[in-house]
C-alpha cells in the first residue's frame, strides 16, 4: 500500500501484473504471427501468377521485419508504446484482409485470400488490445488541466500518424493488391477476337482485337471496361482498336497497381502484338489513354518510337515525383509529405522504385504527336495544371483541348460530338496523313 496525500492507493501485485502483461503480450504476438503468415503466402508461397517470390523481396521482407520487431518488442516496451504497436498493425491486419474480401465478392477466393480473411480477426484483436491498453494506462494521478492537454496532444499527435502513415500505407495497400477481377461483357459494337500477348518481364495479358479497315490501329487503355466508347467510336472510323486487362487485372497474369506503375510494358507488348498483324501497318499505331492509362501512354511514348500518336485525358501524376514536378512555391512541396509517404508504401508493396515524372518524359515524344484533354473541373480542378504543363513542355505536333464540362474522363459524354471530331481528327492526320 502507498499513500498519496489523504489518498490511499492500492499498489497492484508484481504477479497480478506479470500474468496479465503475460497474457497480453502472447495474444498480441499470436495476432501478429497470423499477419505475418499472410504476408509471407501472399509474396512467397502464393503469389500471382506470372509472378515469383523473387519479385517481393522487399514487399515481403520488410512488412515482415517490422512485425517481427514489433513482436520481439511488445513485452518490454511501456504501455503507451505497447498500444500504439498494437493500434498500428492492427490497422495493417485489418487492411490485409481487404483483398480477400474483395475478390470474395467479385469472382471467389484463391490463393492468398483464406490466409488474408484470418487477418480480418487478427487485427480486431489487436485494435482491441491497443484500445484497452491505452485506456488501462491512462494518469489520473496529475493536475485536472494538464491532464486534459497532454491528452489533447495525444490525439493531435494520433491523427498526424493517421495522416501521414496509416492512411498512406492503406491506401498503398489496397491499389497495389486490388484490380478489376471480372471481365466486362464486350459491347463494342464491332467484330472481335480474343487475343493474348506476352510481355518481357514473362506476363501474359489478353484483351480484345477490333481488325482495322485503314491500315492503322489504336491501343485504348486501360482495361477493357473504361475506353469501352472510345473503342467503338474508332472503330466506326475504320481503325483496329486493341483493349485488354492490364497487369494484375480481370485474366491478365501479374500484381496489380492502380497508378500503373510499370504499366509501360504492357503497352510494348501491345504494340509489339499490332505490329505482327497482318492487317495494321507499322507505322500507323497509336493509342488513346484515359487517366492512368494517359499516364501509362506518356512512358511508353517516350521510351518508343512505334507510338506514333498519342491521347491522354485526364492523366496527372502517378508520384510525389509528379507532385514535386508541378510545384509553383515551397508550400507546395509542402502539401507533398502525404504524397510522398503514400509514393514510400507504394514502392514497399511493389517491390519497385517509383516511374520518372510525366513532365520531364512529356518532350521526349517529339516529333511524335501528343493530344493533351482535360476537364475543366476533373478531380476538382487539379487536371489543369499538369495538362498545361504537360503542353507546355512538348514539341510539336501537339494539342490541347480543356472540356469545358463533364468530369474526370466525360469528354465523350459531355460534348460526344466535339470528342470525336476533335480525336478522330488528331488521329488521321497522325496516322492516315503519313508519308
Not at 44 to 58: K, M, R, Y
Not at 63 to 73: D, E, H, K, R, S
Not at 107 to 114: L, P, Q
Not at 156 to 176: D, E, K
Request: charged share 20%; with cysteine; aromatic share 8%.
Amino acid at each position: 500500500m502507498t499513500q498519496a496525500g489523504s489518498h490511499v492507493i492500492a499498489a497492484p501485485s508484481r504477479s497480478g501484473l506479470l500474468a496479465h502483461l503475460g497474457t497480453e503480450t502472447a495474444v498480441a504476438r499470436l495476432a501478429l504471427g497470423v499477419i505475418a503468415l499472410h504476408v509471407a503466402d501472399d509474396t512467397f508461397f502464393q503469389p500471382e501468377p506470372g509472378t515469383s517470390a523473387a519479385d517481393h523481396l522487399v514487399s515481403g521482407l520488410v512488412p515482415l521485419a517490422l512485425i517481427a520487431g514489433a513482436a520481439v518488442l511488445y513485452g518490454r516496451v511501456r504501455a503507451g508504446l505497447r498500444a500504439s504497436f498494437a493500434l498500428v498493425f492492427g490497422v495493417i491486419g485489418v487492411l490485409g484482409g481487404v483483398e480477400a474480401v474483395y475478390y470474395g465478392a467479385n469472382g471467389g477466393m484463391s490463393g492468398d485470400d483464406f490466409t488474408g480473411l484470418l487477418c480480418i480477426p487478427a487485427g480486431l484483436t489487436l485494435l482491441g488490445i491497443g484500445v484497452v491498453s491505452l485506456w488501462r494506462s491512462r494518469r489520473t494521478d496529475d493536475a485536472r488541466a494538464w491532464r486534459y492537454v497532454r491528452r489533447l496532444l495525444l490525439v493531435a499527435a494520433a491523427l498526424v500518424v493517421v495522416a501521414v502513415v496509416l492512411f498512406p500505407i492503406g491506401l498503398a495497400y489496397v491499389v497495389t493488391h486490388t484490380a478489376r477481377a471480372e471481365v466486362p461483357p464486350p459491347d463494342l459494337g464491332a467484330p472481335y477476337e480474343n487475343v493474348e500477348f506476352t510481355t518481357t518481364d514473362g506476363l501474359r495479358l489478353k484483351g480484345w482485337y477490333i481488325a482495322s479497315k485503314n491500315g492503322a490501329a489504336v491501343i485504348a487503355v486501360p482495361g477493357r471496361s473504361g475506353p469501352r466508347k472510345q473503342a467503338k467510336m474508332l472503330a466506326q472510323h475504320g481503325y483496329g482498336v486493341l483493349l485488354f486487362d492490364r497487369r494484375g487485372e480481370g485474366e491478365s497474369d501479374g500484381d496489380p497497381n492502380i497508378f500503373g506503375w510499370q504499366g509501360e510494358r504492357d503497352l510494348h507488348a501491345a504494340v509489339a502484338f499490332l505490329q505482327d498483324r497482318a492487317d495494321v501497318d507499322p507505322e500507323r499505331i497509336g493509342g488513346i489513354g484515359l487517366s492512368v492509362g494517359g499516364e501509362m501512354l506518356i512512358e511508353a511514348a517516350a521510351e518508343s518510337e512505334a507510338l506514333k500518336a498519342i491521347v491522354s485525358e485526364g492523366g496527372s501524376g502517378r508520384s510525389v515525383r509528379d507532385d514535386l514536378a508541378n510545384t509553383e512555391s515551397f508550400t507546395d512541396e509542402l502539401t507533398a509529405v502525404i504524397p510522398g509517404a503514400l509514393t514510400l508504401a507504394t514502392s514497399v508493396f511493389t517491390s519497385n522504385l517509383p516511374p520518372a515524372d510525366l513532365k520531364g518524359l512529356v518532350p521526349r515524344i517529339a516529333p511524335r504527336s501528343a493530344f493533351f484533354i482535360y476537364a475543366r473541373d476533373g478531380q476538382g480542378g487539379s487536371e489543369k495544371a499538369p495538362n498545361q504543363g504537360f503542353y507546355a513542355v512538348a514539341g510539336e505536333p501537339k494539342a490541347i483541348w480543356e472540356v469545358p464540362d463533364g468530369g474526370h474522363v466525360g469528354g465523350i459524354t459531355a460534348r460526344p460530338a466535339e470528342y470525336e471530331r476533335r480525336v478522330i481528327a488528331f488521329f488521321d492526320r497522325a496516322l492516315l496523313e503519313r508519308s
